[in-house]
């Protein structure tokens, strides 16, 4: 049975990934610091595991304690929605380990075995506030620096079978928005497409797909979920 990675899994795109690897027939361990609610806690395909990934230095015993994976979803990430200029520096460190260096640093070491075992693929969920400027200056450097690494992993891994790309998904209805003003959400929103956001579970079908059936040829890639969306 191969196994699958999800930081975050929790809940939101998370745990909308974790229930479609599941009905793939994949062992899904999921990394998280709170499992009170979740869903599939009690599933015999799916391994839990309590842990605060901003703790960065202790990832490299976490990974040696997990062991191989297939398939590595860099999925978990924060925003505080601050001015740059009041922005207290625990929490830009603690959204910075988070968004940026955790996942990093477990690409770093999962890819270890990855590359023994003949390939993998990794996903990061980017976001569309990497692309623009982002009314939280940290959040979406840490997104657009993101970007930069899945091209720069997949480069580096180019001639060893493993896939890094990213998807960059515009507003989608997680915990997350509720630390966006409404008046920006409405903005967002009526600048969208379709004039509505996305759907976790939307989101959640590119992370599969990415990490099972697209063309190994596709890689560095990032998939642009904004449904046409560029916030002031």
């Known amino acids: 049975m191969k196994k699958v990675l999800i930081t975050g899994g929790n809940k939101g795109i998370g745990l909308a990934a974790t229930k479609l690897f599941l009905e793939k027939g994949y062992r899904v361990i999921v990394v998280a610091r709170d499992f009170a609610e979740f869903p599939y806690k009690d599933n015999a395909q799916v391994e839990i595991v309590e842990f605060d990934i901003s703790r960065v230095s202790d990832i490299a015993a976490l990974v040696e304690k997990i062991g191989a994976v297939d398939v590595l979803v860099n999925n978990a990430g924060m925003m505080y929605s601050l001015p740059y200029n009041s922005y207290p520096v625990e929490k830009r460190d603690m959204l910075m380990n988070v968004n940026l260096y955790a996942p990093i640093e477990l690409i770093t070491a999962f890819s270890a075995a990855m590359i023994e075992n003949g390939g993998g693929r990794i996903i990061n969920i980017a976001s569309v506030a990497g692309q623009i400027g982002h009314p939280d200056v940290w959040y979406g450097a840490s997104k657009a620096a993101l970007i930069n690494a899945t091209k720069s992993f997949a480069k580096a891994f180019a001639a060893k079978n493993i896939q ?69």
Request: glycine share 6%; net charge negative; proline share 9%.
């Open 164 to 232: 890094v790309n990213a998807v960059a998904p515009g507003p989608t209805f997680t915990d997350m928005m509720s630390v966006i003003p409404e008046d920006r959400k409405a903005y967002m929103k009526a600048n969208t497409y379709t004039n509505r956001f996305a759907e976790p579970e939307e989101v959640a079908k590119t992370i599969l797909w990415l990490g099972t059936d697209a063309p190994d040829y596709i890689t560095g890639f990032c998939v642009d979920m904004n449904n046409g969306v560029f916030p002031r």
